[in-house]
Structures are given as C-alpha cells and as structure tokens.
C-alpha cells in the first residue's frame, strides 16, 4: 500500500474536484438569499423555502415532465431499434455488413451541432419544431449509432452455437433473437439506458433550437433560464439545478450493480 499512495491521493483529487461543484450547488441551495457566507460552509439551518419557490411556480415540474417524456422515448428508439440492427451485423460477419458496421462508427465522429443547419431546416419544413417526436427523433438519431455498436459487440461476445442449436431445434431468426440472444442483453441494456438517458436528459444544443415554445421546455433550458433570469437570486436557481439532477441519481443507484456489470462483460468479452 505505501508504494501505491500516489494512486490513492489522485483518486481523492479526481473526487474532490468532481464533488466540489456538486456540494457547493447543494450547500448554496439549502441557504437564504440573504445569507452571504462562504459558499463552502454549510447552511445555519436548512432553508426549504428556495425548493418551494422553484416548484411552485410550475415551470420546473412541466420541464421534468417534457424531459421524462422525451428521454424515455429517446431510451425506447435506442434500446429497441439498436438491439434489431445489432444482431444480424454481429452474426453475419459479411463485407456489405464490414460496410455498414464501418459507417456506423464513422457517423459517431460526426460532431452534431456541425449539421445543425440542415437538420433545422428539415424540422422547419416538417411542422416538426417545438413538438416531442421532434427533438425525440434527432436526439436519437445521433446517439444510435453508440447503441448499435455497444450492442454489436456484446451480441459478438454470445456464441454462435446457441443460434447453431435452437435452429436445429426449429426456431427460425427472430425466434432466436427473442428467446435466445435478448433475455442475455440485460447487461448492456441496463448500460445502453442510463448512457443514452442521461445523454437524452442533459441535452441543451439541439433543444435550444428545437424546443422553442415555453411550455416545451426540457430540464437543461428551464435550469439555464433560472440562473439568466434570477441572478439576484442564484439560491433558488440552485435549487433548480438540484431537483433537475435527481431523478437520475435515483435511477443510477437502482440500475448501477446491471451498469457495472454490462461495462465488466464488455470489457471482458470485447
């Protein structure tokens, strides 16, 4: 252990510096407007009015909702849609297939915002701005090919000889797939949602020029607005910040021990 200490005081550093800003959001939530001290000390007494005034007003809650909405839909394109294309480009190890597997993580090094143009325009022309299937489609149009390849090289992982025996069993393809390759893809599955739904949740580029009406606004947008438009008082505005990262804490703590396993297998497997 002595000859490893270095190691240890970096992984305290990383940790610090990762929950600094989230204690001092915390803190600073929990604190009057009119209390001045340091934003690391803690609060006298924990002041709740600031959680009240954010909530009460509506727009965070309808935000929460706007964001469940479409991170869930984002979640059920991916999961769904990635899985069906993974299989037959992990089994059929073709050229054509070499092709469509190259193209897939060739699109992963497009950066998003360097189409935002077009993809606009297009939405514009479909009524599609300011709606849900909008943003739920672009979001997951860009995040799919991540997906398909997690999924491709898990399924790649799964031998070939389960496929081989439930085929001399009767089962035709799609029969194999769902009785056979789904039930084991549980653990990237697990990985696939908290990756791409938190991905989906924190979204802010496309949603600033998709999501233009108010009332279609998600959690990232209504927490910016908070902290543009009530400088005078950021207590409350970091109250928003903290209600907005909650739900998916809660839900990483509920999936991890599946998200930590899908990242072993991967790694393991891959």
């Not at 802010?204 to 279609?216: D, F, T």
């Given at each position: 252990m002595q000859k490893n200490w270095w190691k240890y005081l970096c992984s305290i550093l990383i940790a610090v510096i990762y929950l600094l800003?989230?204690?001092?959001?915390?803190?600073?939530?929990?604190?009057?407007?009119?209390?001045?001290?340091?934003?690391?000390?803690?609060?006298?007494?924990?002041?709740?009015?600031?959680?009240?005034?954010?909530?009460?007003?509506?727009?965070l809650l309808n935000a929460l909702k706007n964001t469940a909405v479409i991170s869930v839909g984002v979640v059920m394109i991916e999961v769904i849609v990635g899985c069906l294309a993974a299989y037959p480009i992990a089994r059929n190890r073709s050229k054509f297939n070499h092709v469509i597997e190259s193209l897939i993580m060739g699109v992963m090094m497009i950066p998003p915002l360097s189409i935002v143009v077009g993809v606009?325009?297009?939405?514009?022309?479909?009524?599609?701005i300011s709606t849900y299937w909008g943003i739920i489609l672009v979001i997951a149009a860009f995040n799919l090919p991540m997906s398909i390849y997690l999924y491709i090289k898990f399924i790649r992982s799964i031998p070939v000889s389960l496929d081989e025996a439930a085929a001399i069993d009767g089962a035709g393809i799609m029969q194999v797939f769902f009785y056979i390759i789904l039930p084991q893809l549980k653990p990237v599955t697990v990985s696939v949602i908290i990756m791409r739904g938190?991905?989906?949740?924190?979204?802010?580029?496309?949603?600033?020029?998709?999501?233009?009406?108010?009332?279609?606004?998600?959690?990232?947008?209504?927490?910016?607005?908070?902290?543009s438009e009530n400088m005078s008082d950021l207590?409350?505005?970091?109250?928003?910040a903290v209600v907005a990262t909650l739900p998916m804490i809660i839900i990483y703590l509920f999936l991890q021990k599946y998200f930590i396993k899908g990242q072993l297998d991967s790694a393991v497997k891959g």
């Open positions: 800003p989230i204690y001092v959001i915390v803190v600073t939530s929990l604190k009057p407007v009119t209390d001045h001290s340091s934003r690391l000390s803690l609060p006298r007494t924990l002041y709740w009015q600031n959680y009240i005034n954010v909530l009460g007003d509506g727009g606009y325009s297009t939405l514009v022309s479909l009524n599609a938190v991905a989906a949740w924190n979204e802010y580029a496309y949603s600033l020029y998709i999501l233009q009406q108010k009332e279609m606004y998600n959690i990232t947008l209504t927490v910016k607005q908070y902290f207590n409350s505005a970091a109250a928003g």
